[in-house]
T-cell receptor, first 114, second 115 residues
């Protein structure tokens, strides 16, 4: 079956540091890939997505590139801010048995200190 | 844009009782999803609807779980004979576009505690 593996958290960084959150996936078809973010006390919201190999999704200074050869979709940001503190979820959506079934990773908590 | 709403936000019940949660999606969205999320885990897909049709329900956790979307607008998730293991956050999401690329908009969730 499909699966998403994220690096364990929490990831603790100082403001303006470089961020990488690793995500790898297993899928039987050609999935679309997503990063969702959950800020404290709020619901999940889409951060960025990529729908085919070599696509780069970007939003709010975050980027991730769909790497089919390594089955990865790592999230990066060049300079994090305190306001980026949140839980980040990597996810895929793949056609399984005629239905698009979303699969989420367990989430990676990011804590940014001033 | 009122977003996805869920009711109640918190539910405490005793083991063996039935509970029902409601989700109101964004008004023009025709796809609606239900998930369960336990502490330290990501959302676990349960079922989804395209308008009033339930297209996938094999991932519902047991036959105690059922969902409806009778008029293609709001949806309900019912858990019968609740067990302590059902304690979790239940999330609803909606989307506009069919297919793998659709962006899901999540509600705040209903936190269920089974005593």
């Amino acid at each position: 079956g499909n699966s998403v593996t994220q690096m364990e958290g929490p990831v603790t960084l100082s403001e303006e540091a470089f961020l990488t959150i690793n995500c790898t996936y297993t899928a039987t078809g050609y999935p679309s890939l997503f990063w969702y973010v959950q800020y404290p006390g709020e619901g999940l919201q889409l951060l960025l997505k990529a729908t085919k190999a070599d696509d780069k999704g970007s939003n709010k200074g975050f980027e991730a590139t769909y790497r089919k050869e390594t089955t990865s979709f790592h999230l990066e940001k060049g300079s994090v801010q305190v306001s980026d503190s949140a839980v980040y979820f990597c996810a895929l959506s793949d056609l399984t048995g005629g239905s698009y079934i979303p699969t989420f990773g367990r989430g990676t908590s990011l804590i940014v200190h001033p | 844009d009122t977003g996805v709403s869920q009711d109640p936000r918190h539910k405490i019940t005793k083991r063996g009782q039935n509970v029902t949660f409601r989700c109101d999606p964004i008004s023009e969205h025709n796809r609606l999803y239900w998930y369960r999320q336990t502490l330290g885990q990501g959302p676990e897909f349960l079922t989804y609807f395209q308008n009033e049709a339930q297209l996938e329900k094999s991932r519902l956790l047991s036959d105690r779980f059922s969902a409806e979307r009778p008029k293609g607008s709001f949806s309900t998730l019912e858990i019968q004979h609740t067990e302590q293991g059902d304690s979790a956050m239940y999330l609803c999401a909606s989307s506009l576009m069919p297919g793998a690329t659709d962006t899901q908009y999540f509600g705040p969730g209903t936190r269920l505690t089974v005593l």
